[in-house]
């Protein structure tokens, strides 16, 4: 951080507290505090259109589905018979009214997984839905997919994982890559606009015993001249990145920006990797936020033994605090079950997570909130709300004007009901959400302050709920 950028937020804070400002028009939203559009600061990394909607969304549910689902396995070999692959009932549509019920916005369907069992009818292999008997051999699960996402109003997505267990050319260099590339173009203009591809490091032994050598580049390539407006997945994004688990928690420290010269490729090791991936980069120079994965059950396919290990609706709730609520977007898996549908007790738990969140965020406590900003040094700045009435708070949300970047580095929040100023939370990042949740606190005014940045901050918004 340099010192004009400080001065810059000194005088944009100033000219507030001498009431240089106008009053916010929308509930809890702070005024321009940042000199917008300074000539002094150096361009920092800005979210693309697609990213900036994609991080908007908030939610998206992942769909493992496929061979798996029938042999009771994780990871497949690649030498089960496609004749396995038969649901009694499957019915994309339920997938998809289900994920919308709960509030989330785009489906991802496991394509392939790395046992190469295809769930569209491929050119490049046998091994696909076209040799089971579902649908008379006549069935396409991708088209089923993507029509289902559309009749619900969803943004659809799919998963190709790079390695396969089963095709012959796996661990042939070029042939594969060919093999793989062909999948890919087939996904990609056959089915209509796709909003995220997704992709991971996967890299085992093939039928031959040997590994591939991913042509990365060639594949990201691929995808944007196919696929202009979707967002890619994986280590190393390019687009969005891994947050780096699978428990569901983002960093409570998470930039939006990265150092590409870190994570070059998806499947990379080491503490450096794993903390870029986990937090990102405050300098970083490219924009990369992070999507963080986690399944509903134990597992990520269907597996009868965990019907009863289901996530909770709370535990839900706390994965959109780890994730949406840390500057992350959460993508849930829920995988459908031997009929081919979304199990009771998933869809239970999902709709009960959507209520407990439409309640919690049901009122803004800090709606027609009065404030007034100044500086407190030549290098920290607070913001005070006034709320319009006292009230008892649990929840404070603080969010970001990410289309302009990410900007905080550091906070802190304090409460008063008259009486002196209490320390009610602290953090680091904010970016497009941070969901603080502080013990029960009667509250009239709420002092944010801004005790480091980047880049002289622009507005942020605050809500509080009970």
Partial sequence: MTLDRRALMKSALAAAALGGLPRPVSAGTLGAVGAAGSSAQPSRPRPSPSQLAWQRDELAMFIHF????????????????????????????????????????????TAKHHDGF?????????????????????????????????????????????????????????????????????????????DEVWFDGANG???????????????????????????????????VRWIGNERGAAGTTNWSTVD???????????????????????????????????????????HPAEDAKVRSADDLVELYFSSVGRNSKLL???PPDRRGLLAEADVASLVGMRAKLDALFAADLAAGADWRARMTSASTG????????????????????????????????????GGDWREIARGTTIGHRRLARVQPTRVHRIRLTLEDWVESPEPVRLSCFA
Wanted: glycine content about 8%.
């Fill in 66 to 109: 496929g061979i798996n689902t029938f042999t009771d396995r994780e990871w497949g070999d690649g030498k089960e018979d496609p004749r396995t692959f038969a649901p009694s009932a499957l019915d994309a549509r339920q997938w998809a009214r289900t994920a919308r019920a709960a509030g989330f916005r785009m489906l991802i369907l």
């Fill in 118 to 194: 295809c769930l569209w009818p491929t050119r490049t292999t046998t091994h696909s839905v076209a040799s089971s008997p579902w649908r008379d051999g006549k069935g396409d699960l991708v088209r089923e997919f993507v029509d289902a996402c559309r009749a619900e109003g969803l943004k659809a997505g799919l998963y190709l994982s790079p390695w396969d267990r089963n095709h012959p050319a796996y661990g042939d260099t070029p042939r594969y890559n060919a093999v793989y590339h062909a999948q890919l173009t087939e996904l990609l203009t056959q089915y209509g606009r796709m």
């Fill in 205 to 239: 032994e093939g039928p031959n015993g040997k590994r591939q050598e991913y042509d990365w580049p060639r594949t990201w390539s691929l995808v944007r001249a196919l696929q202009p407006e979707a967002v890619m997945f994986s280590d190393a994004g390019p687009d």
């Fill in 260 to 302: 590409p010269r870190i994570v070059t490729r998806p499947g990379m090791e080491g503490a450096e990797v794993m903390r870029s991936l986990q937090d990102g980069d405050r300098d970083g120079t490219v924009w990369r936020p992070g999507e963080t994965d986690v399944s509903i059950r134990p597992g990520w396919f269907h």
């Fill in 332 to 334: 849930l898996n829920v």
């Fill in 382 to 417: 607070e913001l005070v709300y006034t709320l319009p009435r006292p009230a008892m708070v649990g929840v404070v949300d603080l969010r970001e004007n990410i289309a302009n970047g990410q900007r905080v580095a550091r906070y802190r929040l304090e409460a008063s009901d």
